[in-house]
Structure formats: C-alpha cells, structure tokens
C-alpha cells in the first residue's frame, strides 16, 4: 500500500492520505455541481427550470453541500482537529477548524467579498473558486 510521504511531523501518513483521498473526492462532487452550474444563465428565472432542471439543480446543490462537508473533514482529518461526535451541520465543522484555518478562510472571503454576515458562508464562496 502506497502512503502519503509529505505528512506534517508527528502526523501518520495515513492520516495524510486518508485527507487527502477525502479533498480528492470532495473536488469531484465539485466538479460535478460545477459541470451544470455553468449552464445556468446569470439572473435566470424560475421559467428556466424545467422539471429535468430542477433535478439537475438538485443534484447539484447536493454535490455542492457534500463537497463543503468533505473538504471540512479533510482539513479537520489533517489537522487532527476531527470532532469526538459524528455530525454533517456544516457550521458546527467549521467551529471545530483550528482557528488560524477559520481566520484564514474568512480573510479569504473578506478579500474577495466584503463582510460576511456568517462565518459559516466563508466556507461555501471558497469552495466555488477553490483553484483562484
């Protein structure tokens, strides 16, 4: 079995791939979201949304809420900041990030978007433009 070799010191290699294949996949329900996000014409209205659409939308706004929460977990995986309790609650993951990790992100998002008026939105804008 192949193992991650660039793991930070004190942290199993395991542990390093495990978020890694986790981010990987996070990145694929992305791509996947994105796929037909992209078609959606800018202001469109609800008349635009046929019932093959709206599934499609669907899909993808379900795409999009497993990536955040994936790409949480892998941070909080690397970081060894994972929650003793099982939860998907998106804001509740971002609590647990290591606080420089949370100041990190939402500076991003102040960067890019002004205020946010939940801590919680900063992790979804990153998500949208994860290469930029």
Do not use: C, Q
Not at 11 to 24: E, K, Y
Not at 73 to 101: A, N
């Amino acid at each position: 079995m192949k193992t991650a070799t660039n793991a930070p010191p004190g942290l199993n290699p395991f542990v390093n791939r495990r978020a890694s294949d986790m981010f990987n996949t996070a990145m694929a329900f992305f791509a996947t979201a994105g796929d037909f996000l992209k078609h959606v014409p800018e202001g469109a209205k609800e008349s635009w949304f046929t019932a093959a659409r709206r599934s499609k939308l669907e899909v993808a706004i379900t795409n999009l809420a497993l990536s955040i929460e994936l790409l949480l977990k892998s941070l909080l995986l690397y970081t060894g900041h994972l929650p003793k309790k099982r939860t998907h609650d998106l804001l509740e993951l971002f609590e647990f990030l290591p606080t420089e990790i949370k100041e990190s992100i939402e500076r991003e998002y102040k960067e890019r978007n002004g205020e946010s008026p939940h801590g919680g939105a900063t992790t979804l804008e990153l998500v949208f433009h994860p290469t930029d």
